[in-house]
């Protein structure tokens, strides 16, 4: 069991990098950091900044899960909804749009497939530790 949560922890925490890094990259840099038409609107910008500033929050709280994971489960939860919601929007968008750049079709991919695997594996994780402590007691 301490094997798959250290596992589990090292997994969310390297997952938890990529909207950090990529959120502070969006933040720096704003919408012509993705390589757009120069003349770009100022309020799109604005909005492309503001939301990338949302998804390097969602990265540190998905870091703050990393320690005691096992007992993180509803802000887990919380967290992957968000991440899902905004894969559903994203895919909405391809859905009206067309294919996007491969970047975004990777962060398709997190967003609907790595994410709720995460969430799942977290769950697993929670319910072995439960079960442990009713088995044996609280941890000490």
């Not at 890094?21 to 309020?43: E, M, R, W």
């Not at 604005?46 to 990338?52: E, N, V």
């Not at 993180?72 to 968000?82: A, G, I, S």
Request: proline share 5%; glycine share 12%; net charge positive.
């Amino acid at each position: 069991m301490q094997r798959e949560r250290r596992t589990l922890q090292r997994t969310v925490a390297i997952a938890a990098i990529l909207p950090i890094a990529a959120g502070l990259y969006g933040v720096l840099f704003g919408i012509d950091g993705i390589g757009t038409n120069p003349a770009v609107n100022v309020s799109a910008d604005s909005d492309f900044r503001y939301l990338s500033g949302l998804l390097t929050g969602i990265g540190f709280l998905f870091l703050t899960c990393v320690p005691g994971i096992e007992d993180k489960t509803t802000l887990f939860r919380f967290l992957t909804l968000v991440v899902v919601l905004g894969g559903l929007a994203r895919l909405l968008g391809l859905a009206l749009t067309g294919l996007p750049s491969v970047t975004m079709l990777a962060a398709l991919v997190l967003e609907l497939g790595v994410a709720p695997l995460l969430c799942l594996w977290q769950t697993r994780v929670a319910g072995l530790a439960r079960d442990a402590t009713l088995l044996n007691g609280p941890r000490p």
